[in-house]
């Protein structure tokens, strides 16, 4: 008997001291959670009671030069449902699917679904969002969102750029200032009881979003529509596969307009501006990254005679030419084993350097490269910042493509010197042509001018770098003459424009491969010649018919020339006339 009662109590002290020892790591747990850990929970009940909604900011506006506004902002709604709200599950989703136009399927799917907020469709118009509103349904939110639109639909519109659904930059000055755009966006706080239903009359914490800056850029909306509708005109007119045409300030690198025909629609960006045809391998993707793309900044060609005005500005530098220089063309120059023809088969016979740049000679500009050779005229194709790329405030730019110094022997030396067997964009060769004759400066070619703040305090200006010296002014006086001489009486004639010294050099290069006879015609242009503030490039890529730049380029830059100079406030001069050949 003692021995029972002497067990019983061994376990009834065991099971005390169990209980005892639960108890202390009950409370020391206990003490653990509410001395280390109240913050976490308190956070995460905080968390359980909170619902928060996302207030969009409002995105900067891009504006030209002058203050137009070429991008904007429209009001849209944003419609979700909150599935602990809902109350009458069967006419949310009625209603929601016949004003959204969405199947019942995917709108219940998504009613049914236990979550926090499900979103049912962005982008809505406002007036459908205000009126589904009005339906006081509970459990469905409509917020206020925005959406990009774009007054002028295609212009500029390769240059501008587009906004993705979440309203963030996709190509173009849209995501290269996507910092500044953007803006930071706002939340609303609301509390809801246990089971996730808002509380009426519940404190509401509102966080206010922060609109985006204000972009204003140096594009001229009067003279990028000039532009474009040359551009147009002439590539329909010829039939072309398309035409860019930049418009530029050679003395700071401002580009006032910046073409490239076939347009797209910027508030519609994933329409195809082209057909496709049936049975074609290539896919829609490709046809929009096609459509999207920039060929000013992101193609490369052979630019042809245009590179001669490079070829004729360092042999000038490097004091192995001068104007009264004597050459003789018979139509064809031998390098090595290769017979290099001049666009006049019959030749120039005797000429000076500046008649040879007049007549856009091939045999002078040869001679000129040899006169220089491989490793001055590489020296110079570096001078004067060739190499690489012009850092414009696009992305997405080209580099230019060039024999390497090793590789280039005088066949290589005598075909880059006037513009064929490399490769370099057209905004690279008009940036090059600015420094040449602007003094000697190499400019930094660019949109952006300032951001501002929302609330106008913020203000930043934006700053490019300047490379002084790449040709003397001395150089540059005189390539002024020559372009010059090359519009009044040479192959740019069709270029000029009566009251005013125009500049420039025309261009026919033919693409690879040769056999195929497909051309770019182009003509690079400036004005005043005596002191360039504009200066424009054309290039019109495998126009059909007559196909040479002197021809079809020239007159182009000539009738923007007399809509923009007057409207720059360039005034004609009474004792200038021209008359453009027939």
């Not at 339906?135 to 007054?151: A, I, M, Q, S």
């Not at 005005?309 to 009264?324: K, N, P």
């Not at 005043?528 to 196909?547: M, N, S």
Request: charged share 25%; glycine share 8%.
């Amino acid at each position: 008997m003692n021995r029972n009662q002497t067990y019983h109590r061994g376990r009834i002290l065991v099971l005390c001291l169990a209980c005892v020892a639960i108890m202390a790591v009950l409370t020391g747990r206990l003490f653990f959670l509410m001395l280390y850990r109240s913050e976490h929970y308190s956070e995460m009940a905080e968390d359980l009671h909170q619902r928060e909604r996302t207030i969009k900011a409002a995105r900067g506006r891009i504006l030209d030069r002058n203050g137009t506004v070429i991008a904007t902002n429209r009001t849209v709604c944003t419609i979700s449902v909150i599935h602990n709200q809902i109350e009458d599950p069967k006419t949310v989703v009625n209603v929601l699917s016949e004003e959204l136009g969405i199947s019942r399927e995917e709108v219940q799917k998504k009613v049914e679904k236990y979550s926090s907020r499900e979103i049912i469709k962005t982008n809505v118009d406002k007036e459908l969002g205000d009126r589904i509103r009005n339906r006081r349904l509970p459990g469905v939110k409509v917020d206020e969102d925005y959406k990009r639109y774009y007054p002028y639909d295609s212009l500029a519109s390769k240059v501008l750029g587009f906004t993705g659904g979440d309203n963030q930059g996709i190509i173009g000055l849209e995501v290269k200032y996507e910092e500044y755009l953007k803006g930071t966006n706002g939340m609303i706080l609301t509390l809801a009881d246990a089971a996730g239903v808002e509380i009426d009359n519940a404190f509401e914490d509102r966080i206010e979003p922060i609109a985006g800056a204000d972009l204003t850029i140096s594009l001229d909306v009067n003279i990028q529509t000039y532009a474009q509708q040359a551009a147009k005109k002439v590539m329909e007119e010829k039939q072309a596969k398309r035409v860019s045409l930049i418009v530029m300030d050679p003395r700071n690198g401002e580009i006032l307009a910046m073409v490239n025909v076939p347009e797209f629609n910027l508030n519609e960006p994933f329409e195809l501006n082209v057909e496709v045809p049936e049975g074609a391998e290539t896919s829609r993707q490709d046809l929009l990254n096609q459509m999207w793309r920039n060929p000013a900044i992101n193609d490369t060609y052979e630019p042809g005679s245009t590179f001669k005005i490079i070829t004729a500005a360092a042999g000038l530098e490097a004091g192995v030419v001068g104007l009264d220089d004597r050459f003789s063309c018979p139509g064809f120059r031998i390098v090595d084993d290769r017979k290099i023809r001049c666009h006049k088969v019959g030749g120039h016979g005797a000429e000076t350097f500046l008649q040879g740049a007049m007549n856009s000679c091939n045999p002078v500009f040869i001679d000129v490269g040899q006169r220089l050779g491989v490793e001055q005229y590489y020296h110079y194709f570096l001078q004067f910042g060739l190499n690489g790329k012009t850092g414009v405030d696009l992305p997405g730019e080209a580099a230019t493509i060039m024999h390497k110094k090793e590789n280039m022997g005088p066949v290589e030396l005598a075909t880059v010197s006037f513009g064929q067997s490399f490769q370099i964009t057209p905004l690279q060769l008009i940036t090059t042509a600015s420094s040449i004759i602007n003094g000697g400066n190499r400019v930094t070619p660019h949109f952006a001018i300032q951001a501002v703040s929302a609330d106008g305090v913020n203000v930043h200006q934006f700053s490019y770098p300047v490379r002084e010296g790449v040709v003397s002014k001395e150089t540059s006086e005189t390539m002024r003459y020559i372009l010059e001489q090359v519009v009044a009486e040479g192959s740019g004639k069709k270029g000029s424009l009566p009251g005013y010294r125009i500049g420039g050099k025309t261009a026919t290069s033919e693409k690879l491969p040769r056999s195929l006879k497909k051309y770019i015609s182009s003509f690079l242009g400036f004005a005043p010649a005596d002191d360039p503030q504009v200066i424009a490039l054309i290039t019109i890529d495998e126009p059909a018919g007559i196909y040479y730049g002197g021809t079809i380029a020239a007159p182009v830059v000539g009738d923007l020339f007399q809509n923009i100079l007057p409207y720059l406030g360039i005034e004609p001069e009474d004792n200038i006339s021209s008359e453009k050949d027939a």
